[in-house]
C-alpha cells in the first residue's frame, strides 16, 4: 500500500546533477531542561566522510537526528546545496539513517527490511538493486533471514545496507558500531570507508570513539556541550588541538601551567616552571598572561640522567620515573618532574635502549615545534578520563 | 515526533467515556440505591431519602455471610497462593523450553464455561463420587461426612476458579528476575532457602500483590462456588445481594450492601498494598 | 557427594517441578470430567452425578435440550459483537495512553484496572442500579448485557494492547519514516503488524470473558438467556449432558486457537 505523498519529490530532484554540500547554520535545540544543541555552525562538503565526536549528552545525535528529520529544532536552518530542508518530513529529504541499534523491521525478512525504501518511492527493478547490495555487504546467503535470527555483525550490514541502497545525498550513521566486538568494529571502519570512496556520498558519522572517528574520518568537528570546540582534518585536530578539551578527549596530553614572557615573530617563549620553552606562534592560542603548555606524550622523550636525549629543543632534568606500563608495542611512563607534575611518556619500543625501571631519574625533552599554547581559564581535565 | 496536541484525547475518548458511563457512574447509582427509602419498587420508582438506616439494617441483618465471604476469600487466596507460587516458579524455573506451553495449559482450563467446570467439581465431590469413598476408606472422613455442601467444597471451588488469576501475575514477576542475582545469592554463601526468602521472594512481591488483590476481590463477591457447591450454611454476601436484588426486589437493602462489601475491599485492599510497599501494580 | 546427598538432591531440584505439574494436572481434573461425561449416557437416571455409560448420542443430538443451543447462539453473538467492540475502543485507548501525554492520563489508568480488580456482583449490580434508575428496568435484554460485557472487557482489551505496544522500539517508526514512509503508511506496514499479536490475545481474551460471564449477565439480562445462564437454570432441576458437549467443545477450540498461535509464533523465531 503505497500512497501518492510516498512517491516523493525530494527537494531538488537528484537526478540535477551537482552534488549539494550539507549546512548547518545557528542549528539550536532546546528541551524543557536543557539545551542540546547550540548555535551551531557546520559545513559538510559533498562527498566527504564527516565525523561527529563527543562524549554522550555533547549533542552530536541530536545534531544528527535533526538533519534527519525525527527532531525539529528550535531554531536554526538546514541547508543541502541552496535548499532549505529545515522543516521538511524526514521522509521528504534524501537523507537516511543507520541508528545505533539498526532499527531492523523484525517482522521483514532481509531482503524486504533492504528493499523498503526503494519500495516506498516506487522505484523499478528493485530485486536487483537489493541483490546488489546484499552482494556488497556480503550477505546474499541470509536474504530469506529475519532480523531475530541474525548476529550482531549480520543486523549492522543490513542496516547499513537498507540506508545506502537509496543512494540519499547523505548518509547519517549514529554510532553503529557501538555494539561490535574490537575486531568486527575495526573491520567494518575499514569497510564502511571503503564504501563511502567507492560510492562517494556525503557520510556524516557519530561516534564517541576518538580512534574510530581519526581512521574514518575525512574531517572531524569534536563537540562538547552542544556547542563545537573545534573541527578540521584528524591530523590538524591532533596535532594542534585548540582547546584543552580537544587535547584531552583525542588521545591523551601533558598540559603543564606556565606563564608567557615574549610573544615577537613566529616564537612564543614560555616560563616553565622555570625553563624557558618556546612554542611557534601558529600553535600558540594564547599570547600573554598563563596558559597551559601541551605536549603529547608520544613526542616527550626520556633519558636516563645525564645521557644525550635525541632531540634538541625544551630540556628538562630532573625527572622521576614513577610508573611503567608495557603496552607491547611501547612502554608508556609516569615521570615525576621537579614542580611536582607526573607527565606522560610513550615510547615505542624500538629496542635501542633498555626499558626503564621506576625509581630511575631521567631528563625529558621534546622537540619545540611539537607543543602547543593554550589559554589558561580552560578547564585542564577537559575531556579527559572520568574517575572511575 | 509531532503529534497532534489533542489526538490523545480523542483516542481515548470513547473507551473513557464506556467506562465512564457504564463502570464510574453506576457506582454512583449504586451508592443512591443504597440510600433509597426500602418501601420503593422497580415499579413504583424509588425516592432517595438518605435513609442510611439502610446500611445499618443490611449490615446487622447479613453480617454472617459477610464475614463468611472474607474468611472464605481469605483461606482460598492463601491456598491459591502457596499453589500458584508452586505452578508459577516451577513454569519460571524449572520448565525451560516447556515455558510457553505450559503457560497454555494455566490458561486452557479458563476456555471451559466457568459454571460448567463448578459443576462437575460436585460431580467429583459427590458423595457417592470417587473422592470421598477414597477419604472414607483411609478413614480421614466419616462415613456419613460429606464433601459437598460443606466450607471445604466451596473454598475448594473457589480456589480452583481463581488459580490462574494467582499464578499469572505471579509468572510475570518471577520471569523478570534475572537468574544471576539468585546466583550471586549463592556465591555468597548464601542457601538455596536462604536465597529465596532474600532474592526471590522479595523480587517476585509486585506479582504476589497483584495475584492476590486479582484473586481476593472478586472472591469476595462470587456467589456461585456457595449456591452449587454449598449449602444455606455457605451463603456468601454475593448470595444475599443476589437474591435481594432478583428475587425480593429489595434495591436498598442489596445496594447498601454493595456498597458495604465495596468498602471493606478497598480498606482492606489499601492496607495490604501499604503493608506490602509496593507502588506500582500494573 | 554421597549417593543419598545426590539422591536428596536430585529429589530438591525436581520436587519443585514434580509439585508444580502436580498442581496443573489438579487444574485439569474438571475439565477431563467434563470431556468424559459429555459422553455419558444418563437417559435412564435422574441424577446427573455419576456416569452410566458410554454413548455418543449427546453429541448426536446437541441441540436437544430445550433453548440450550438458542443460549449457546446468544451467547455467541454478544460475544462477537462484545469482542468487536470492546478490541476497537480498546485498541485506541491503549494507543492514546502509551503514545499520547495527555492530562489525567494517570486518572484514565485507574480507572481501566479498577473494573480488573471489581467483585462482580458488585459491577454487575450497580450497572443494573443505573439502568434501573434511567427508567429501563423494564427493558432489560440483550443491549444492556452487550453494554455490561464491552465494559469490563475494555480493561483487559487496553492492558493487553498497551503491554505489547508499549514493547515496541520507538526507533522501528522512525526508522520507517526515514525510508520514505508516511505516517500512514509507516503505521499500516510497521506499527500495526507489530502490535498485532496483543491486539489477538486481546480479542481472544474478551470473547472468553464475555461468553463465560454470568453474575454480570444476570442481573443485566431480564428475561434473554445466555448460555452460562442456561447452565445455571438447569442446575437446580439437572443439567442434560450436552452442556457438558458444549463444554468440550469451547475448550477444543479455544485450545486450538492458542496452540496453533503459539506454534506459528515460534516458526516464525527460533528461540
Redesign the interface.
Known sequence: MSLAADRTDTPADRSSGAPRDLRLTALTKEFATFTAVRSLDLEVPAGTFFALLGPSGCGKTTTLRMVAGLESPTSGTIHLGNDEITWEKPYRRPVNTVFQNYALFPHLDVRENVAFGLRRRGAKDVDRQVQEMLELVELEAQARKKPPQMSGGQQQRVALARALINRPEVLLLDEPLGALDLKLRRAMQIEIKRIQTEVGLTFVHVTHDQEEAMTMADTIAVMNGGVIEQMGSPTELYENPRTTFVANFLGQSNLIAGTVTSAEGDVVRVDMHGTQVSIPADRAHVRSGNGWIGIRPEKVLVAPEGEPIDAPGNHLPGGVITDVSFVGVSTQYLVMMPWGQELMAFEQNTGRRRILQQGDRVDVSWRPEFAFLLPADQDVNAGALEEV | MRRGRFTGYWLMLPAALWLGVFFVIPFYSLLATSLYDPEGSVLTGYDVTYHVANFWDAISEHWDELWRSLWYAGLATLICAVLGYLLAYAIAFKAGRWRNFLLVLVIAPFFTSFLVRTLSWKLILADDGFIVDALQTLHLMGDDDRLLATPVAVIAGLVYNFLPFMVLPLYASLEKIDVRLIEAASDLYASPSRGFLKVTLPLSMPGVVAGTLLTFIPAAGDYINAQLLGSTNQRMVGNVIQDLFTDTGDYAAAGALSVTLMAIIVALVVIYIRKAGTEELL | MTGLQRAGRWI???L??A???L??V??????A??ML?SFNDNSESRN???FRGFTWDNWANVCQPDGMCEAVLRSVGIGLAATLVATI??T??A???V????RG?SA??T?????????????G??????F??AGF??KLGLITIF??H??FC??FV??TVKARLAGL?G????????????E??TF???TF??VFPGIAAAALLSF?LS??D??IT??NAGQTVT??MY??GV?QRG?PMQ??V???I??L???TI??GN?LAA?R????
Do not use: C
Open positions: 530438591g531440584e525436581h519443585i517441578l509439585a508444580g505439574l498442581v496443573l489438579y487444574m485439569f481434573v474438571p475439565i470430567v467434563v461425561m446427573v452425578y455419576a475502543l480498546g485506541l485507548a494507543f492514546a495512553l503514545r499520547h501525554d495527555f492520563r484514565m489508568n480507572i481501566i484496572f479498577l473494573p480488573m480488580a471489581s467483585p462482580e456482583i458488585v459491577m449490580s450497580s450497572l443494573l442500579a443505573l434501573v434508575s428496568g423494564g453494554i455490561a464491552v465494559m475494555l480493561s487496553i492492558v522500539d526507533n522501528l517508526e522512525e526508522a520507517a519514516m526515514d525510508l520514505y514512509a508516511s500512514a503508511t499500516w506496514r510497521i503488524p507489530l472468553s461468553f463465560d454470568f453474575i444476570n442481573l448460555f452460562p447452565v445455571w442446575s443439567v452442556v457438558n458444549i463444554g468440550t469451547m475448550f477450540i479455544s485450545l492458542v496452540v503459539m515460534r516464525k523465531q527460533p528461540a
